[in-house]
């Protein structure tokens, strides 16, 4: 038996112990979880001083490609849609590493970072195994394969291109799902595709929405950025969009699917998030609190979802947009932007609702007995707050 020692256990599900003990069994099973006072005798110790454990953290979105980037691309503030020039630019760049090694990258500094678990969007070409050969560090990684187009003439391959990543995908930490990636980005008939698919293998979706006031403009009246943009890089199709005119048509259609993750979401309207509210136990919404200030966005409307108890979970989106894939900090940059919000419900963003979220919650998310132990430590300024570590932003 193992045992770790910190000043304070998290276990999220039930109140903080204070002067705690993690006891484990040879399969890394929890056998207990409690006050080292009650703790069994005759185990190999580990303290950890001026700690505080807590259940590993749970990245609802990211997209490991861009784990070489070394600052984010573009500058703070940009317009979204010369932001995405910049994304196409970058990969299209001579001299990166391969694929596999820069996703080893991005899972590799998740793992320091104590993330356990990944929503992790992946784009083609795919291999799988890049992901289950960089495992078990994180223990487990949703990907949601990515497409995109609005060209009626390619959507036979792309929609094969899927069902290949469903056959490819016999790892159990690494479970497939799909991504169709934004309004802007996914025509009619490509959407309702794979929205179809999702359905047929009862699979989760992950998709961009509501992240620019642009967007909305675009989906709402084909007009503004989004269209300059399609327009420049000469894939406007008119008759490829027009089905789903307003954010909260799109919304009902990804609830059709058995398990959803709205990304951003930075401008739900109120009635979006009522509809989402009604659905809560299908869709999640993963806010990107760094990702969300790189762009200087107007206020998250984090509060109007915790009152309707729509299921918020995290992610650091790329490193593209954010400086890192330390979760730690978008759970600080939360606390700082959002200090009315009770820092319990924080915690429970970074872990259980991320859980949630990506339908991992019986095994992640939580410090249980009987479960596999999957714990981060995290260094604690003071130890009489079993929080101080998340107030901390120096
Ligand atoms: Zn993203």
Redesign the pocket.
């Known amino acids: 038996m193992k045992s770790y020692l910190a000043d304070w256990i998290l276990p999220v599900a039930t109140p903080p112990i204070a002067n705690a003990a993690l006891v484990v069994d040879s399969d890394d099973r929890i056998i207990f979880l409690g006050p080292r006072s009650r703790m069994p005798t005759g185990t190999d110790e580990t303290v950890f001083a001026s700690s505080v454990i807590l259940p590993g953290l749970v990245n609802a979105?990211?997209?490991l490609e861009f784990s070489d980037l070394s600052a984010p691309l573009g500058s703070a503030g940009m317009e979204f849609t010369d932001w995405i020039g910049e994304v196409i630019r970058f990969r299209g760049r001579a001299g990166r590493a391969s694929k596999a090694d820069v996703i080893k990258i991005g899972l590799e500094q998740s793992a320091r970072y104590g993330v356990a678990a990944i929503g992790e969007?992946a784009t083609t070409p795919l291999v799988l195994k890049d992901y289950a050969g960089a495992l078990p560090c994180p223990a487990s990684v949703q990907v949601f394969f990515e497409q995109l187009g609005s060209d009626d003439g390619v959507i036979d391959q792309k929609i094969s291109e899927a069902e290949q990543f469903f056959a490819d995908s016999p790892w159990d930490s690494v479970s497939a799902a799909l991504s169709p990636h934004a309004p802007y980005s996914v025509g009619d008939r490509l959407f309702d595709s794979l929205m179809s698919l999702a359905r047929q293998k009862q699979c989760s979706v992950s998709m961009?929405l509501a992240e620019t006031r642009a967007e909305r403009e675009f989906v709402e009246n084909k007009t503004g950025p989004f269209l300059d943009m399609l327009r420049s890089f000469d894939v406007w199709r008119p008759t490829a969009y027009g089905r789903y005119g307003s954010i909260l048509s799109i919304l009902k259609e990804v609830a059709r699917c058995a398990s959803s993750l709205i990304?951003?979401g930075n401008y739900l309207t109120m009635d979006e998030l009522d509809f989402i509210a009604t659905v809560r136990d299908r869709m999640s919404v993963v806010f990107?609190p760094r990702?969300h200030a790189y762009f200087g966005h107007a206020r998250y409307p984090l509060e109007e979802m915790l009152d309707r108890a729509i299921n918020v979970a995290v992610?650091t989106?790329?490193l593209a947009s954010n400086p890192d894939l330390d979760l730690l900090w978008e759970l600080k940059e939360i606390h700082r932007r959002h200090p009315e919000v009770p820092i319990e419900k924080i915690v429970e963003i970074g872990t259980i609702n991320g859980a949630e979220a990506l339908g991992l919650d019986k095994s992640f998310g939580g410090l249980t007995t009987g479960q596999i132990a999957r714990f981060c430590v995290q260094q604690a300024p003071e130890t009489t707050s079993p929080y101080s570590w998340l107030a901390d932003t120096n």
Request: charged share 10%.
């Open positions: 979105h990211t997209h969007i961009h990304i951003h990107c990702t992610g989106d790329s």
